[in-house]
């Protein structure tokens, strides 16, 4: 019924019709609700029916664990800051994380949709669906107390700076979710990395706990960046999540569900995320033997948003390296960058944001020398023959 209805009114939207302007929109709509499911051969060549439109959908579904995690760890951490974690239910806790949540989500489609849309109305192409993806990561590295206008600008920052000015979906040099944190982070970094960030402080719709207007709770990490060993956390809460941090970086359980996903349909690459936990877990437990860190190797793999980073950004297909080799390098360097930007400036106790920011400027340079080294290799073989 949907499809006959679309095609019933696609006349309106084609070029002589009365709602052409529009054309991009309807575009996009229609493609998102329905792909062909076919196959096409061209010479030796086979493309199979998934598009990125399905890939995207693929990552916001391996995103999905972490975000319902992220919801009630908000209520969770609340109720706890109140002292009234016994009195709670699961529900009271996982709707108050809800209704804190859900704006910041709908702020972020709207902003970054529109823009998208508006764009491409202005020059007449189809509406791109990379934003799939970053507006749903985009609510879930940022803390809870982040204002909705403070969101808003920096994903209308991210959207037109950081991609369509360099030409849209797979254009981009930089995450574009990381880059929008970036601005936050800099522009605001008292919002965004301040101990008054992390609980959220106040009812909402009668539900949850309104918190003295001095409280205020460090993460971890900050922790760790002002040498303390304690952190006042097991290793089991830090595992399954139930500790202070950005909405969805928390629970390692839960990013290790959308990884598996991520591995199991081959969206990701396990070369990069690997890499980026061997190389972060040897950067680490070098600076713990000479006692530059207070915490083990592994306590920095699961703290802050080093699993998320390696999992869902550090695997991005148009900002990562692309060579099979490269994608060891690159994601081995993220790892170690993040623990040192960690380690040795206590001013930005997360790193991983700057990690892989960083490494998004280099990748195509490793995949040029990755490349260069083949070729190389093959010329000699060639001569020698």
């Not at 969101?151 to 037109?160: G, K, P, R």
């Not at 995450?175 to 944190?181: D, T």
């Not at 959220?200 to 003295?212: E, M, R, S, V, W």
Request: charged share 15%; proline share 4%; aromatic share 12%.
């Amino acid at each position: 019924m949907l499809k006959k209805y679309i095609d019933k009114i696609r006349p309106a939207f084609e070029d002589n019709g009365k709602l052409h302007c529009f054309r991009s929109v309807f575009d996009g709509f229609e493609s998102f609700l329905y792909v062909p499911n076919t196959t096409a051969k061209s010479g030796t060549n086979i493309h199979d029916a998934i598009d990125s439109k399905r890939i995207m959908s693929i990552v916001v579904i391996a995103l999905i664990p972490a975000l319902l995690f992220g919801m009630y760890n908000i209520g969770y951490q609340n109720f706890a800051a109140a002292g009234k974690l016994a009195e709670a239910g699961f529900w009271e806790m996982f709707v108050f994380g809800f209704l804190a949540v859900l704006p910041k989500i709908i702020v972020s489609y709207v902003v970054g949709l529109g823009i998208e849309f508006a764009w491409a109305q202005m020059k007449g192409e189809e509406i791109q669906e990379g934003f799939l993806v970053s507006g749903i990561i985009i609510p879930l590295i940022i803390p809870v107390n982040c204002p909705l206008w403070m969101l808003a600008i920096a994903v209308a920052f991210a959207v037109i700076f950081v991609k369509e000015i360099f030409g849209g979906t797979g254009m981009n040099i930089f995450n574009v979710a990381l880059a929008a944190r970036a601005m936050l982070f800099f522009s605001y970094p008292t919002k965004m990395s301040g101990d008054s960030a992390w609980i959220a402080n106040d009812t909402i719709l009668g539900l949850g706990n309104t918190l003295p207007d001095t409280f205020t709770q460090a993460t971890p990490l900050a922790a760790v960046g002002q040498g303390n060993a304690d952190l006042g956390y097991s290793i089991s809460d830090m595992v399954i999540g139930l500790i202070p941090g950005s909405i969805g970086e928390t629970s390692v359980i839960a990013i290790a569900i959308g990884a598996l996903i991520l591995l199991f349909t081959g969206i990701a690459s396990w070369k990069t995320m690997l890499s980026v936990f061997v190389g972060g877990g040897l950067t680490a437990w070098i600076f713990n033997l000479t006692g530059s860190t207070p915490i083990p190797a592994y306590e920095h793999l699961i703290l802050g948003g080093f699993c998320f980073g390696a999992v869902f950004m550090a695997t991005d297909p148009v900002t990562s390296a692309r060579t099979e080799t490269g994608k060891y390098i690159y994601g081995f360097l993220i790892g170690v960058v993040a623990i040192i930007v960690r380690v040795m400036n206590p001013g930005y106790p997360e790193g991983m944001m700057l990690a892989i920011l960083f490494m998004n400027m280099w990748a195509p340079l490793i995949d040029y020398c990755v490349v260069q080294r083949n070729i190389s290799k093959r010329i000699k073989r060639s001569t020698n023959k």
